[in-house]
């Protein structure tokens, strides 16, 4: 069963309407299905079940701690990038021994949390990095686990901001690097190697560039081994693309298929960092409608949500569906638009949607993963409040933030 659907014209959140959800918790507010997420990350871990494997949620999608406490009692890791995100595992109840730590810019104070927390490993993104990892651990008196993260220079077909695995960008070091880098680590008497890691970007939609990421880091761990230097984990990083419009999404099973087929023979255990794919399709934003205003040539429809809330339509350009809350069947072509002082600030732009009214109630659709994660303050506006659903009921998941909450910290 899907997750939001429309029962005698009402849309509904498993089994919640979603205008009792606005009604207890005003607009604009993010609901998440709880179902949706787990059902989204048994299915992966099936789909894995023939090789040893990890699949590390990537927190930065979504940073709800109800959100984390439920992926980690159903058995995920998690893949962070700050101190931030351990900070929220640790209080979330999430493992150490399951966090993967990737990022281009760790600093003393977050290297020196993630070793004590004893993570799974660092995914050590420059020879800089990798001696700072190793003179915190000396000056800790511990021994910190690495992984490289290895730059593929694999073209995968996305938005350029979300496109990571070739030369031109900042994230992990070149394979010539990485085999130089490795024989230092294995030598460290503060470093264990564990693993060799790579990510290649975001909401990728085909199974090929993945493939020859998959194929080319196995290579490098191959040639370690022979070396005597062994790898345990091999992290394909995340970047599974879903349908947000009428694209064809990535076939996650048959995907995973193929990595079963090539790990298979291995000795080392898969790790995945899905974002996206395991909580966008569980999210929607719930935000009603304060104006319709008719500009001569445009009608736009000013909702009390807007681009500090959502960022993705203003940033990326991206779709999302937009669906009233009670179906109705004539349509319009209008904008969405939100509250805020910027051209940039719409949700929807020339969409043919169902006539609304000043009152009316609207869900923008697929926002689970960096929909909340990307909302600012910009404009003075409250951050919005999250609700988790589980079947019959809603539970607040964040509240709505305050107007004191803006200003707290701040100095006259
Ligand atoms: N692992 C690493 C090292 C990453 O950098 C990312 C995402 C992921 C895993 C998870 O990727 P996913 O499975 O969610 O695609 N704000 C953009 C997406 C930025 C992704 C950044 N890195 C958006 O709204 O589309």
């Not at 590390?56 to 995100?85: P, Q």
């Not at 660092?122 to 000056?139: D, I, P």
């Not at 490098?220 to 394909?236: H, Q, S």
């Amino acid at each position: 069963m899907r997750n939001f659907y429309y029962r005698a014209g009402r849309l509904f959140c498993e089994s919640v309407a979603l205008e009792a959800v606005a009604r207890r918790f005003h607009t604009p507010t993010y609901v998440y299905s709880a179902r949706g997420i787990l059902g989204n990350f048994r299915r992966l871990k099936r789909d894995l079940t023939a090789i040893s494997n990890l699949v590390c949620y990537s927190v930065k999608a979504n940073s709800n701690l109800s959100i984390l406490s439920l992926l980690g009692r159903a058995g995920a890791g998690f893949d962070i990038v700050s101190g931030g995100e351990l900070a929220r595992l640790e209080k979330a109840g999430a493992r150490p021994d399951r966090v993967v730590y990737s990022g281009v810019g760790k600093t003393v104070e977050e290297v020196d949390r993630a070793i004590r927390a004893g993570i799974l490993m660092f995914n050590v993104e420059s020879a800089g990095e990798l001696e700072l990892v190793e003179a915190r651990a000396r000056h800790l008196r511990r021994r910190a686990p690495i992984a490289l993260r290895v730059n593929p220079d694999v073209r995968a077909e996305t938005h350029p901001y979300v496109s990571t695995g070739r030369v031109i960008h900042k994230f992990g070091v070149p394979r010539a690097e990485a085999l130089a880098l490795y024989p230092r680590a294995a030598a460290s008497k503060n470093l264990t190697v564990r693993g060799i890691a790579c990510h290649i970007g975001s909401q990728i939609l085909s199974a090929a560039p993945f493939l020859r990421a998959l194929g080319e880091i196995l290579e490098i761990a191959d040639a370690l081994g022979e070396e005597g230097i062994r790898i345990e984990f091999v992290d394909l990083g995340g970047g599974f693309g879903i349908r947000y419009r009428n694209e064809p999404p990535l076939d996650v099973p048959r995907l995973a298929a193929k990595l079963v087929a090539r790990m298979r023979a291995t000795p080392y255990t898969l790790i995945l960092e899905p974002g996206r794919a395991l909580v966008a399709e569980a999210g929607v934003l719930l935000a009603r409608v304060l104006y319709v205003k008719d500009s001569g040539r445009k009608r736009f429809i000013v909702v009390d949500a807007g681009m500090n809330d959502l960022l993705r339509p203003a940033l990326y350009g991206a779709y999302h569906e937009i669906v009233p809350l009670i179906r109705s069947s004539r349509k319009v072509r209008v904008d969405v638009v939100g509250p805020l002082c910027e051209t940039g600030d719409f949700l929807a732009r020339d969409r043919v949607l169902p006539e609304v009214r000043p009152g009316d109630l609207v869900a923008v659709m697929t926002v689970g993963a960096y929909g909340f994660a990307q909302a600012s303050n910009y404009n003075s506006r409250p951050r919005p409040a999250e609700v988790l659903v589980r079947g019959r009921r809603a539970t607040l998941a964040r509240a709505r933030e305050t107007v004191k909450d803006l200003m707290a910290g701040e100095v006259v």
